[in-house]
């Protein structure tokens, strides 16, 4: 089972409203369709108890099981939809991001990237790097600890990961300002 959080967990990690709990907060914040009963179990005393937590929050609504799900759609047949009359075209850009440009934006992607991709492996870089976004001032602070974060991403997640979150950081910055 790889579950996902519902609307109901996402109300309740919310600020204000704390109905379960610190367990069972943890293991929906963790929830992401992703991850297992394997790695929810170092949350508690045994994988039993992590199982039986799980299933408490399936029953009461926090989390879903989109394989569950599948396997009951496939049970019943679905009804066939009517032919279009004209095909659809959809755009299919994988990444359209078209706000605006700023340090706060990036800082934010960066933010981001240090919490997913380092939090969990490398504590100690990740706080280095929390640290360093949060004294950033400016464009070439924010590219040195970019470049840092860069190529630890590349030693862990390969050449073509870095580079598509180099892309996307370059599309956050603001331009260089021209000195005349």
């Given at each position: 089972m790889f579950p996902t959080k519902t609307d109901k967990a996402r109300d309740e990690l919310q600020g204000g409203q704390r109905t379960l709990s610190q367990r069972?907060?943890?293991?929906?914040l963790m929830a992401d369709g992703r991850r297992s009963l394997t790695d929810f179990s170092p949350l508690f005393a045994s994988r039993g108890e992590a199982e039986q937590a799980l299933m408490t929050l399936v029953e009461r609504g926090?989390?879903?099981d989109p394989k569950?799900?599948?396997a009951a759609a496939e049970a019943t047949p679905a009804p066939q939809p009517a032919p279009a009359v004209e095909p659809i075209h959809v755009s299919t850009a994988a990444d359209t991001f078209d706000g605006k440009r700023s340090?706060?934006?990036t800082r934010?992607?960066?933010f981001d990237i240090c919490e997913r991709m380092f939090?969990?492996?490398?504590?100690?870089f990740a706080l280095q790097m929390r640290d360093a976004l949060r004294e950033a001032r400016d464009r070439e602070a924010m590219l040195t600890i970019a470049a840092l974060m860069l190529t630890e991403v590349e030693k862990t997640a390969?050449?073509?990961r870095a580079e598509s979150l180099r892309e996307r950081i370059?599309?956050?910055l603001p331009p260089a300002e021209v000195v005349h």
């Open positions: 069972e907060r943890a293991l929906l926090y989390l879903h569950a799900a599948e340090l706060a934006t934010m992607f960066l939090v969990r492996r490398d504590p100690r390969g050449t073509e370059d599309r956050l």
